[in-house]
């Protein structure tokens, strides 16, 4: 059982260009949540997506950030208009059930260098 | 400031002791979780502690939970040179279960 992938592991965009980060859970899990981390930082909530809805985006920025999870392929954080502060590592999480009493499994990041 | 507020911030040790780090966070909590963050790489989860535990012991890990003072310790004993890297608590509120990272501790265990 593979576990959670993310690619790109390195991205590096222009500022104005599209991000576009991808997040395949583990096989069986249909919770996927994403962190953002800034150096030296902890992990930020972003976003909790399950199939096709999203469940809770209020780590999000209202602008040039969406997140979407459908019912085939993986998750995808989309990040519109770059800026040099959008540079970070991205994680994606994912879990079978709510992750209240369960653990979440981490991918490796995929990041981020706003040039 | 933030939930998961992890102390200290940095931790030094031989190999062979006992390192302990601590988290404390500010309002009620479904659980607490403890990761550790090799650098440049993802997290690993290593425990979790319901709020109604509290202590659980997982190999030469040992975390602790006080309900009553908002804190959390773990404890990893006989330390290696494997276990450097950055020790992360978050904690699990709402119905939602998203996980609040406090900003890590960065463990070096000298060989």
């Known amino acids: 059982n593979a576990g959670v992938m993310q690619n790109p592991r390195h991205l590096v965009r222009r500022r104005g260009q599209e991000a576009r980060l991808r997040c395949s859970p583990m096989k069986g899990h249909s919770h996927v949540y994403w962190y953002r981390q800034l150096p030296e930082e902890g992990l930020k909530f972003m976003v909790y997506l399950q199939k096709e809805n999203i469940i809770d985006e209020s780590g999000m920025p209202k602008e040039r950030f969406s997140a979407e999870f459908p019912k085939e392929g993986p998750s995808i954080l989309r990040i519109q208009q770059v800026v040099r502060g959008d540079s970070a590592a991205y994680f994606c999480?994912?879990?079978?059930?709510?992750?209240?009493?369960?653990?979440?499994?981490f991918g490796p990041g995929t990041r981020l260098t706003v040039t | 400031s933030q939930q998961g507020e992890e102390d200290p911030q940095a931790l030094s040790i031989q190999e062979g002791e006992n390192a302990t780090m601590n988290c404390s966070y500010k309002t009620s909590i479904n659980n607490l979780q403890w990761y550790r963050q090799n650098s440049g790489r993802g997290l690993v989860h290593l425990i979790l502690i319901r709020s109604n535990e509290r202590e659980k012991h997982s190999g030469r890990l040992r975390v602790t939970l006080d309900t009553s003072k908002k804190s959390s310790s773990l404890l990893i004993t006989a330390s290696r040179a494997a276990d450097t890297a950055s020790y992360f608590c978050?904690?699990?509120?709402?119905?939602?279960?998203?996980?609040?990272f406090g900003k890590g501790i960065t463990l070096s265990v000298r060989p």
């Open positions: 999480a994912s879990s079978p059930v709510t992750s209240g009493a369960h653990e979440q499994y």
């Open positions: 978050a904690v699990v509120t709402g119905a939602n279960s998203k996980l609040t």
